[in-house]
């Protein structure tokens, strides 16, 4: 299975620097080739303006990548810090703290940040934006709990009755101890946060055309389904993969970093 | 004491919800009144809507009116239609519900007993099958799952329609979507806990008395197991709600979902708001309702001791 993550995660690696090498274009339109099925030019097919599916999924993929690494480290770095603060404090700020990203919490799925991205409106920016307002609360929530049991732990507190102060006992002797958990929820985040930018464009809150993005191009394509099934099966299947391929990656590493997780 | 803090915490969760959706117009960049008219609007029309919002008030004197407004079962109206919200939210709720409830019902009858067979066959071939289908289907979200439905059901085999509300055998489809990942969780939980009990005494017990299997496994196993299914289920009815809105526009189904999509697309913020809230509100009830059946489930649990 790990394997299997590899190979796929390579494949995609692989083909999106393909495409830069090739120059492929994602918004070269062809209107004597709308929604061609796959043929000898046309490696997939194309869609609806007759664009390159290949050139729109490698574009698409990239930026699907780049939103998601953008977004986790933000979120982490606000929620990482949130949750140290409430776990090492505890006390009324915890409380306090605890109490908003309990309303967070009470949005279901991806709610807020469509809520977020439509109030904002569209674009690449405020898509980010919005699901970086929604996604540091697990990070919050997992951190402050970790840290709520290290704060006792007999070397924090070595550290601190040897005179230690606040950011270095946070710093220096908790925080290194989360960062392998920290890391295995970062990759599962990766993959969340790639569905949610989907599902964000998908709805026509995200990226906007004539930029690629594969939450988008599923909307077009099931728009174009009775014509042009493959174009749907294409963006699924390769969406699908990329994220099975991530969700095992972060399997891996959580076996290889030994983490152990309660749910 | 429990109790009292329970029903404090539940309480504040509330306000918290409602201020986060009163200062949601609030985030519109610049004027919201500009944003949600266009520009070619009169001058006139904007002061009167301005006013109709009370954005023209301090925030604070908003808020509170917006919190007495709602405490009447006032939303507001529309601001394209002036249809009043409440209406158009009893007329897309029902749909809504009835759909969640379905995929609930499908989760539920496809999740356990594919659970139950696998905790059962642990380690053999059919375990690992069900294994792979259900990682696969986890992976799938509902966007996805809901075109392959419809493009196999209604395109391909033409046993059910591919959108709208006009037929009984409509709802399968959307259910299906929702239901299916609800199932692929539901699967590995059972899975997982059930196998965890099956090592216990007291199923080694039960088996020493010569009770049949069944009845093992039903009766004295699943029982405990249940536990940690009704937290996850509590959990993924979050997903299930918001998984409506995607899954609703997919097949055209006059839910809440696609009724926040169309005032999206509309910029019809009060009504979005509205829908961003009834949302939220369902899903704080459904877990308050979580803690309640825990409760009844697992007699150790006593919130009011």
Redesign the interface.
Known sequence: MKKFALIILGFWLFSVAAGRLLELNPTAIDLNAILSAPNAHFLLGTDDLGRSIVARLLRGVEVSFMVAITVTCVTMAIGVLVGLVAGFYGGRVDQILMQVTDVFLAFPGILLAIAFAAVLGPGLGNLILALCLTGWVSYARLTRGQTLSLRNRQHVQAAESLGAGVTRLIFRHILPLLLSILVVEATYSLASVMIAEASLSFLGLGIQAPNASWGAMLRDAVRYMLVAPHYVLIVGVSLMSLILAINLGGDALRDILDVKTDD | MQMIKKAF?FC??IF??L???FL??H???GDPVE?MLGESVSVADRVQLRADLGLDRPLIQQFGTYLANLAQGDFGQSIHTKTPIVELIKTRYPATLKLAFLSLIIGLGIGIPLGIYAALKAGHWQDIVVAIVS??LS???A??L???L??IFA?WLGWLPVSGMENNSAIILPALTLGLGLSAILTRMTRTSLLEVLNDDYIRTARAKGLTESRVILRHALRAALLPIITIVGLQ???????T??TE??FSWDGIGRL??ES??KRD?PV?QAC?LV??LS??LV?LLTDVLYQLADPRVKFAS
Not at chain 2, 237 to 243: H, I, Q
């Open positions: 915490g504040s969760v918290g919800v201020l986060l959706t949601l117009i985030l519109v960049p944003v990682v696969r992976a799938m979200p966007f996805w809901g075109p392959v419809m493009l395109v009815m979050g997903s299930l709600l918001a998984g809105v995607i526009t997919i926040l999509v999206i697309e913020y979005t961003v949302v939220a899903y704080v877990n």
